[in-house]
């Protein structure tokens, strides 16, 4: 299997749903916890998994507001699992999912450093790196009802932005869907070949205008013909 | 074995279910109440999930529901109820722990002696809450006028303009019916209210490929995804719907048989300028409103199904008057070129070829893109029909429009533009939700006495329909201490909390004893002009009392307003209470199902606090309140779970409509069930009562839903609810400005110019009240606010979470703008109003109107308050915008600085000027003093590490990294 996320840029509002949920899930799931430094305090900042970024391309009057949701990628080609010197980063044969072993990770971040996506983040209270898991506690448990055998920023998304499956089974939901949309790798040129895939913007939808003639008399009190309709 | 399980079947079994509980409640990080599945682990909250089977909001959750973990664990979390230190002074935040009893005792002795007095001298207002069912009762039995919540500075435009033309209104007494609409045009909508559904049916939209439309001035969330984004200028919307109207009157592209059938366009009215029957509808003998038969070619009721109504004429009766059907009006008004796209373009910032393109985009799609729903249904007339035609334009509108001074006149606009598209409650269109439609306007008015130990005669706020129901005593003086139903806004139907402060320090027009206050925080982001505010908290009179002598503060966390009270309670969180989200309050119903919801505890509280819920409840026994003792004076409720279980509003009907009768096999209606509880927690803590097919589309005229509602207590009479385009009620109030009429008119020409002014009978457009009393040249830039929406309603601005994302909010500027000023990205910037001036840091940005300015509001924080440390981003660098806005108006400053009709605050209607701060002037300005810690406040900690168990870590075995090693 391949699981990974696809991400549809056309309904993604950047409401950070899918970050707080990924932070309530994880925090005491099984790379937990994910601290937070100066939580009331200055400049707070904590180990998150999943964040929103939100930015404007190009200038006005042709700009753009982007939501821009990112977490790993679980690429194929990893180069964070490949600079790891402890062997705690690893990528898993069986499903695909890159995960760190908490207890063989020596908080080094030179797998951050390698991540060209910023997807890494080190815990500095636990001294150990954190990273999307794909919910892993969640989507295996066999005690959790079906349906919510789903990573949790999947589950949570308001606008349904975010599908999980397997990109290895063409006839799965995010394999129809990111063929049918063009699913899009991230920065493709750099090689990592990420399993996560994003949907662009839908084409915008246009509406015919209601064909009047320029003449328009409808102001005209005199010109009114009271149709006949019943209370 | 499918795959998953066998891979599965290699994992360490990462929960401990067997050490878990999963409860179901309603959440409320914000209004939107959406239904939660908390799953409970060791005494604390594992995970918050949204609740797959609840109408709201179907198993989705938003960026604060997410976030709830983090409210509860909150540092700022009141623990013990706090009395201002004795000798102390107000605002300096020292206080001392005392007992509940002593609370309790010293509040009910207190008011015990107001209602033995002067009953108004309790000022009890409440904010963001939803159990104004319970308070607005508590207060009238206590015998208060002086109660409302906060829709006067948040929504009342929206909900009256609807509840006055329609019945419903755009939020919470109706949506776009996202599953059918092919057009769909959001009005303002700063990422608020509402959260999920919004977030639902947007996504709905998009995969049908309907055309999603955004009128805002700023580009973010929902506009980021529109198919068109209209930067508008603020505060000229109402000008934009009156151009599209404009178009589609022009070219006759309205739906007649909706308007002849649905609302009061064709009825007649009177033309007699200066008279005082002018611009009322001719009335039959019998009282009913008069139109023009074409069948009988004589005048006939409206109320009578075999007439058919000519839409447009002009007729003498026999009496020698002139009338004219109120569609008349509609193209006489709208005709006029102050209307055309042409002038509309310089005034609103679009382009006209864009108006007149938006009004037959419209039209397409309402007129040839009709939808039908084959269904059988009966009309008013008890005529049945074999189906609906649905005009699939629908539209949504909130704050943008709700917070501006013309705000009503224009949401009535937007209900004037639905009606002539035949959208209004059809399949694609914007629908109802009940207990909505209701008659227009709901047959509620205002109690006008208060009387020592005396229930007021009905509720504290209504909706008036002429001068005699105003609260004002012979003279013409305002009678409530907000001045809400006073000629400075006679249809204050939320009152105006946002006047409350001022007006009773200033004894304008009278002083109270005691100010109540539930969730509100007045003392900073819910009041306009907050400094000035907090230094009136602080305001003594000559003999040195404090000129609002006592303030009592509910609310679960330490919020700038704690800081300012006397005696403060504290409250649960919402995981730690008895709560209902009731009928009788504000709905969440969805337009095919009735619905209501309760909260109960999920944790218990680690600290000494009362629920509010439970401390009205004793409140109300201890001093009598008639409905709350038997008749042998005892306490008729031992609690609050005992009240809503039995009270009952009328026979049968409570808070709680699901599982009534005495085993809970009632539904709506029935006696009371002694297990209602249990059975709102076994059925996921909601209740959901879906309506017929037959029941779902024009339920203003839908005999099949009118007499099912009328069963269920929700509407007076099964009476077709005729859309009000011409609105009577509005017409009367003028003809008092006008001093005409036969009854109260106001005292002095400024009253009556504003009644002749603005209580135009068919929607206009005219410019805020406050732009047209200043400079604008002095004050060139539009100044709004708004809610980033993982922080809408921000009750959490402390939450260690969201805080993360949001610390610090800034001045948002138009690129180009900001350079020409010499304002940097990210320098330091003065803005000024009329009413002061603040320092914020500048952020560039594209997509902001060029004329606007723009933050997050409520980002901006006291130092000290709600558990930050002092140096903590929200004091040092946020900001409120709310010290530039005025709670009067410049020129008229005993006038309030909000919409003439409704008296909603109008926060939005502010400008100013900016220029760039000398380089040495950096950091937020104003500065205030820090807030003092609370007694036994632990300092907040430097670090969070939050788990529920230990984790259970994946290993990585040895032999796989000796085989793959770095490998993948």
């Known amino acids: 299997m391949k699981l990974g996320l696809l991400i549809d840029l056309d309904t993604c509002v950047g409401c950070h749903g899918c970050a707080t949920a990924c932070k309530q899930w994880n925090t005491s799931g099984t790379i937990g916890p ?32 982007v939501h821009f949701p990112m977490s790993c990628l679980h ?44 997807a890494r983040e080190l815990d500095r209270d636990q001294g150990v790196m954190k990273k999307c898991t794909l919910c892993v506690d969640r989507i295996y448990d066999q005690n959790l009802p079906e349906e919510e055998r789903q990573p949790a920023c999947v589950l949570t998304c308001p606008t349904s932005s975010r599908l999980f499956g397997d990109f290895d089974d063409p006839q799965s939901e995010v394999s129809i869907k990111a063929r049918e949309r063009g699913g899009r790798d991230l920065m493709p040129e750099l090689g990592y070949e990420p399993t996560n895939k994003y949907l662009p913007p839908r084409e915008k939808a246009t509406v015919e205008m209601f064909e009047v003639d320029s003449s328009g008399d409808g102001f005209s009190l005199k010109g009114w013909v009271n149709k006949m309709i019943a209370r | 074995m499918t795959e998953s399980a066998r891979i599965a079947s290699d994992l360490p079994a990462f929960e401990n279910h067997s050490e878990q509980e999963v409860k179901f409640t309603t959440c409320y990080m914000c209004a939107c109440r959406c239904g939660i599945k908390v799953t409970v682990e060791n005494g604390q909250v594992r995970f918050i999930q949204g609740n797959r089977n609840h109408p709201v909001n179907k198993g989705v959750l938003c960026g604060k529901g997410n976030a709830g973990i983090m409210k509860q664990n909150s540092p700022a979390k009141l623990s013990r109820p706090l009395l201002r ?90 949506e776009p019916d996202w599953d059918n609409t092919k057009y769909f045009m959001m009005w303002g909508v700063a990422e608020d209210h509402a959260s999920n559904p919004i977030k639902i049916g947007l996504e709905k939209i998009k995969r049908r490929g309907a055309k999603f439309v955004a009128v805002n001035p700023v580009r973010t969330g929902y506009q980021a995804i529109a198919d068109e984004w209209v930067a508008i200028k603020p505060g000229t919307d109402g000008l934009f719907a009156l151009a599209m109207v404009h178009v589609l009157l022009k070219h006759r592209l309205i739906d007649e048989e909706f308007l002849v059938r649905y609302t009061n366009a064709p009825q007649l009215i009177i033309q007699a300028p200066g008279g005082a029957e002018h611009g009322l509808i001719l009335r039959t003998e019998e009282g009913e409103p008069a139109v023009w038969d074409q069948g009988s070619e004589n005048y006939a009721s409206a109320c009578d199904p075999n007439v058919s109504p000519a839409l447009v004429g002009e007729y003498q009766t026999p009496d020698g008057r002139t009338v004219k059907t109120a569609m008349t009006l509609i193209l006489e008004k709208y005709s006029d070129l102050q209307y055309s796209p042409e002038n509309a373009a310089g005034i609103c910032g679009i382009a006209a070829e864009d108006i007149e393109r938006f009004a037959l985009e ?51 606009a937007l209900h004037l533009l639905q009606a002539l598209l035949g959208t209004i409650d059809c399949p694609g269109g914007h629908l109802a939700k009940p207990p909505y439609p209701k008659h227009i306007p709901p047959h509620i008015k205002p109690a006008r006495t208060c009387a020592p130990n005396t229930p007021l005669e009905s509720p504290p706020l209504g909706f008036p329909t002429c001068p005699e129901d105003l609260l004002i005593d012979d003279n013409g003086n305002p009678l409530r201490i907000d001045k809400a139903y006073s000629w400075d806004a006679p249809m204050a139907s939320h009152g105006m909390m946002h006047m409350v402060i001022r007006n009773a320090v200033h004894a304008d027009p009278y002083s109270i004893d005691t100010l109540m206050l539930f969730m509100a925080n007045m003392a900073w982001n ?83 606090v009362r629920s509010w819920q439970e401390v009205l409840i004793e409140l109300a026994g201890r001093l009598e309140l008639p409905l709350f003792i038997d008749d042998t004076g005892r306490r008729r409720y031992k609690d609050y779970k005992d009240f809503i279980v039995n009270y009952e509003k009328s026979p049968g009907i409570g808070f709680l409509a699901g599982w009534r009768g005495e085993n809970g096999d009632q539904h709506l209606v029935g006696a009371p069930n002694p297990n209602q509880w249990e059975a709102y927690i076994q059925n996921e803590s909601f209740f959901e009562f879906k309506l017929g097919d037959n029941q779902r589309f024009l339920r203003h005229a839908n005999l099949d839903y009118l007499q099912f509602a009328k069963e269920a207590g929700w509407v007076g009479s099964t009476d077709q609810i005729v859309i009000e385009l011409y609105s009577e009620t509005l017409q009367t109030f003028r003809l008092a400005g006008e001093g005409v009429y ?227």
């Not at chain 2, 230094?535 to 000559?542: A, G, Q, V």
Request: charged content about 20%; some cysteine; aromatic content about 10%.
């Open chain 1, 34 to 65: 994910l601290s937070d430094s100066n939580p009331y305090g200055k400049d707070p900042d904590g180990a998150w998994l999943n964040r929103i970024r939100t930015y404007e391309v190009g200038d006005a009057p042709g700009s753009k507001t």
């Open chain 1, 75 to 118: 690429c194929e080609n990893a180069d964070c699992v490949t600079v790891c010197p402890t062997g705690a980063s690893y990528k898993r044969e069986e499903d695909g999912i890159v995960l760190v072993d908490q207890d063989k990770c020596m908080g080094c971040n030179l797998c951050a450093w390698a991540c060209p996506y910023g």
């Open chain 2, 85 to 174: 230190k004795p000798g102390s002074e107000r605002g300096s935040g020292e206080f001392v722990e005392i007992s509940w009893d002593k609370a309790l005792d010293m509040l009910s002795e207190r008011l015990a002696h107001i209602r033995a007095t002067e009953p108004r001298k309790l000022a009890f207002f409440t904010g963001r809450d939803q159990m104004q069912a319970l308070t607005g009762l508590w207060a009238s039995q206590f015998g208060t006028y002086n109660w409302a919540a906060h829709g006067g500075f948040c929504s009342v435009n929206m909900a009256a303009a609807g509840l006055y033309t329609t019945g419903h209104s755009f939020w919470e007494f109706g």
């Open chain 2, 362 to 412: 419209m039209a397409q799609v309402a007129f040839k893109e009709t939808i039908r729903i084959d269904t059988e249904w009966t009309d008013w007339a008890g005529r049945t029909h074999d189906h609906f035609i649905g005009r699939p334009v629908s539209m949504h509108a909130m704050r943008g429009i709700s917070a501006h001074s013309n705000g009503f006149q224009t949401c009535r």
């Open chain 2, 526 to 608: 819910s009041s306009m002009n907050t400094a000035e505010t907090m230094s009136m908290l602080r305001e003594k009179d000559d003999s040195g009392e404090y000129k609002i002598p006592f303030i009592v503060s509910c609310d679960a966390f330490h919020s700038e307003t704690v800081n300012f009270s006397d005696l403060v309670l504290p409250d649960t969180t919402y995981l730690e209470r008895y709560d209902t989200i009731s009928m009788l309050d504000r709905p969440i119903s969805e337009p095919h199902a009735a619905c209501d919801a309760i909260r109960h505890p999920i944790l218990n509280p680690d600290r000494d």
């Open chain 2, 742 to 968: 036969d009854g109260p008119t106001p005292n002095t020409d400024a009253q009556a110019e504003r009644l002749v002014t603005y209580f135009d009978p068919l929607p206009f457009f005219y410019k805020p009240l406050e732009q047209q009393q200043q400079d604008e040249s002095q004050y060139p830039f539009y100044a709004i606010n708004q809610r980033p929406m993982h922080m809408y309603h921000s009750w959490d601005s402390q939450n260690a979470w969201l805080r993360q994302i949001t610390s610090q909010n800034y001045m948002y500027i138009n690129r180009q703008q900001a350079i020409e000023l010499g304002i940097d990205d990210l320098g330091w910037a003065w803005v000024e109003s009329h009413n002061g001036r603040i320092r914020v840091q500048v952020k560039y940005m594209e997509a902001v109107e060029k004329n606007t300015v723009w933050t997050w509001n409520a980002i901006g924080k006291l130092a000290g308050a709600w558990g930050l440390s002092k140096d903590a981003n929200e004091s040092q660098q946020g900001f409120l915008m709310n010290h530039l806005i005025s709670e009067s108006l410049p020129q008229q400053k005993s006038i309030t600085n909000s919409d003439p009709i409704t008296g909603q605050a109008a926060w939005y209607d502010l400008k100013v000027n900016i220029r760039p701060a000398p380089a040495e002037e950096q950091g937020s300005w104003p500065e205030f003093d820090e807030v003092n810690a609370l007694p036994q406040q632990q300092s907040s900690p430097e670090s969070i590490s939050y788990a529920t168990h230990n984790n259970v870590n994946l290993s990585r075995s040895n032999r796989d990294i000796l085989t793959r090693g770095g490998s993948r």
